[in-house]
C-alpha cells in the first residue's frame, strides 16, 4: 500500500531557483494539502484542494503555488526560492465523505534547504 | 479562526510510568474532531487517537487515552506504561466536523528515558 507518496525527499536549491514538489495518493481521496513544519510551530497549512482543478490557501501561502490537475497528484511550486522557504514539506489527504472523514494521512515528508 | 496550544515544549517519563500531554484549543464551533498525532524521528506522522466532540466518552488506544473537557476546551492525552518506541513529536490538531482544514498546535517532544 502506497498512500501518500512525496519526491523528492530531499533537495537543496540556491535562492531564487525554482522547483516542484510533487505528491501521489492512491486512495482516491477527495481533498489534498500541503503543510509545512518548522522547528516551534507545528505543521502550518500552506495550500488544500478539495477536489480536482479546485485549490484554496492556507496559513502561509506566500511564495508558493499549487495545481490539481488530476485527482490523485498535488503539485506544490516555488517559483523562486527563498532561505525561509526552508523546512520540511508535508503532503496529506483525506477522504470527503464515509466514516473517519477526519483523518487526515500523510506523506514521508519533504526536506529542503534553501541556501 | 480556530487555535491550538500545547503549553510543553519538552517532556521526559521514565519507561513503564505514565505521562500526560496537555493541549487547549479556541474555537466557536460546536461540532469538531479532536487529534492526537506521533512524529517519531523518521518523521512519518501518525496518528495516535481521535475524539468527536459530540462524544461525551473519552477515546482510549490500548496505552493511550484522552480527558477532553469540552467546556474548558482542553483536551489531553496520557501514555500509560511509557515505552521506549513512544519518544516522538507529538501533535494536538483540531478540525470542523464541516470543515476541510486541520490546524495543529506546536507539538510536545516526549522522550521516554529507560
Known amino acids: 500500500n502506497a498512500g501518500v507518496t512525496q519526491t523528492p525527499k530531499f533537495r537543496v536549491l540556491k535562492t531564487g531557483q525554482s522547483m516542484t514538489l510533487l505528491c501521489a495518493q492512491d486512495m482516491n481521496h477527495e481533498y489534498m494539502y500541503w503543510y509545512r513544519q518548522d522547528p516551534g510551530m507545528g505543521l502550518r497549512l500552506i495550500h488544500y484542494s478539495v477536489g480536482e482543478g479546485t485549490t484554496a490557501k492556507g496559513e502561509v501561502p506566500d511564495g508558493y503555488n499549487v495545481s490539481r490537475l488530476k485527482k490523485q497528484n498535488f503539485l506544490l511550486g516555488l517559483e523562486s526560492a527563498a532561505p525561509s522557504q526552508t523546512s520540511v514539506y508535508f503532503c496529506?489527504?483525506?477522504?470527503?465523505?464515509?466514516?473517519?472523514?477526519?483523518?487526515?494521512?500523510f506523506g514521508e515528508g519533504s526536506r529542503l534547504t534553501v541556501l | 479562526a480556530q487555535t491550538v496550544t500545547q503549553s510543553q515544549p519538552e517532556m521526559s517519563v521514565q519507561e513503564a510510568e505514565t505521562v500526560t500531554l496537555s493541549c487547549t484549543y479556541d474555537t466557536s464551533e460546536n461540532n469538531y474532531y479532536l487529534f492526537w498525532y506521533k512524529q517519531p524521528p523518521s518523521r512519518q506522522m501518525i496518528l495516535v487517537i481521535r475524539?468527536?466532540?459530540?462524544?461525551?466518552q473519552n477515546a482510549t488506544e490500548n496505552r493511550f487515552s484522552v480527558n477532553f473537557q469540552k467546556a474548558a476546551k482542553s483536551f489531553s492525552l496520557k501514555i500509560s506504561d511509557s515505552q521506549l518506541g513512544d519518544t516522538a513529536m507529538y501533535f494536538c490538531a483540531f478540525m470542523r466536523t464541516s470543515g476541510s482544514r486541520l490546524t495543529f498546535g506546536e507539538g510536545t517532544q516526549l522522550t521516554v528515558n529507560p
Open positions: 475524539q468527536e466532540a459530540y462524544k461525551q
Open positions: 496529506a489527504s483525506k477522504r470527503q465523505t464515509g466514516t473517519n472523514t477526519g483523518e487526515l494521512f
